[in-house]
């Protein structure tokens, strides 16, 4: 896993991967990803609170990549939320270019001097020499070279000790 992880980096960082990009509707996607991480989020005693509304925005997208983004930031969100009353959130908003995804959940945060440095390659392994890191520290990269490839933006809002607040831009497709 670690080393196809690795692998799909240079690929995207090479310029050889080409998004195979089709048009697909925002909410499909989203409950594609939300179907799949449910388990995991029963497994953890996690509550997955879907507010998203049903406005149909259309998009130009591989849909395969922007699943994966999902399904990486919502595990990451269940992974880290709150221990014995977790809670993740996910929700929309647009304007008239792009649509903003936002993955909240409620556990320690992230500290404003790692807000960028977390997208880094092997963060994790970076930032956790003491013990075995539980993940590679990739998950984040990979997103954020998905987005990138989709000229979109993706960044953190957190106050620690309040959750994490994940949010992606894709931009809307023009009919
Ligand atoms: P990993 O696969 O190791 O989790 P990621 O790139 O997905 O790698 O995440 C890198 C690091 O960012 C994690 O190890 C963790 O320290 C931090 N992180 C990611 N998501 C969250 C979150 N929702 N709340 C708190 N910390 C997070």
Redesign the pocket.
Known sequence: HLINQVLTLEKYDSGAYKLNLASELLNDILNQAIDTILPLAKERNVSIKNQIPDTQYLLSCDRGLIIQVLI??L???I???NQDAGEVCIFISNSDQDITVC?S?N????DAE?KEL??DKF???K??TLRK???????????KKIIDLHHGNIWIE?EPGY??K?YFTLPIKKV
């Open positions: 990486n930031l595990s990451n969100a992974k880290f939320s993955i959940d556990g320690r945060g992230i790692l977390i997208f963060f994790q392994a930032n956790q890191p539980e993940g590679s520290g990739l998950g984040l990269a990979i997103c957190s959750g994490a994940f």
